[in-house]
T-cell receptor, first 113, second 116 residues
Framework: AQSVTQLGSHVSVSEGALVLLRCNYS??????LFWYVQYPNQGLQLLLK??????LVKGINGFEAEFKKSETSFHLTKPSAQMSDAAEYFC???????????FGTGTSLTVIP | GAGVSQSPRYKVAKRGQDVALRCDPI?????LFWYQQALGQGPEFLTY????????KSGLPSDRFFAERPEGSVSTLKIQRTQQEDSAVYLC??????????????FGSGTRLTVV
């Protein structure tokens, strides 16, 4: 079975500060891992994904995430928050042969000027 | 089109009413998916089509829900005898690939269904 836990439903950071959004997963098979962002009244947009290979994955808008198998984690980071980063962020897992995502409950990011 | 289009954007239904939600995927996309996103939750898988074939409907919550994609393009999610617990945002996604999650999905903006 696959599942995702996102710690912290709301995170606030100051503009220019480090962004850290936490994600832990459970998977019975080697997983694929994803981070999606959702702006108000818009669809989900892929930020980055891990499938195989390098465990540090870089995505769009300066975000990156590191797959740590021993910790079953896939935390999302960005060195310097921008006002435009304010949105809802979802971590997701899937089987490596799967056709469906299992999403976490999301983390709402607020950026304080 | 340039993206996945869903209509209507908002739907208010009285309890017991039937509703139909439409999804226009990106032209040429083979795979189409429906997800349900309840308030404060992450999206949950409902069903998956590959062209016109519904290959997985394991996520449909009850027999009041059914989906179709008769010509392998536009899809409709129908909910019969709506109940308050059906209130959610219904997201559609399409993919050029054969459904694998690593291939790249494009999500629509969703239809927000409110059952009163």
């Amino acid at each position: 079975a696959q599942s995702v836990t996102q710690l912290g439903s709301h995170v606030s950071v100051s503009e220019g500060a480090l962004v850290l959004l936490r994600c832990n997963y459970s998977s019975s098979v080697p997983p694929y891992l994803f981070w999606y962002v959702q702006y108000p009244n818009q669809g989900l947009q892929l930020l980055l994904k891990y499938t195989t290979g390098a465990t540090l994955v870089k995505g769009i808008n300066g975000f990156e995430a590191e797959f740590k198998k021993s910790e079953t984690s896939f935390h999302l980071t960005k060195p310097s928050a921008q006002m435009s980063d304010a949105a809802e962020y979802f971590c997701a897992v899937s089987k490596n042969t799967g056709n469906q995502f299992y999403f976490g409950t999301g983390t709402s990011l607020t950026v304080i000027p | 089109g340039a993206g996945v289009s869903q209509s209507p954007r908002y739907k208010v239904a009285k309890r017991g009413q039937d509703v139909a939600l439409r999804c226009d995927p990106i032209s040429g996309h083979v795979s189409l998916f429906w997800y349900q996103q309840a308030l404060g939750q992450g999206p949950e898988f409902l069903t998956y089509f590959q062209n016109e074939a519904q290959l997985d409907k394991s996520g449909l919550p009850s027999d009041r829900f059914f989906a179709e994609r008769p010509e392998g393009s536009v899809s409709t999610l129908k909910i019969q005898r709506t109940q308050q617990e059906d209130s959610a945002v219904y997201l559609c996604a399409s993919s050029l690939g054969w459904g694998q999650t690593n291939y790249g999905y494009t999500f629509g903006s969703g239809t927000r269904l409110t059952v009163v």
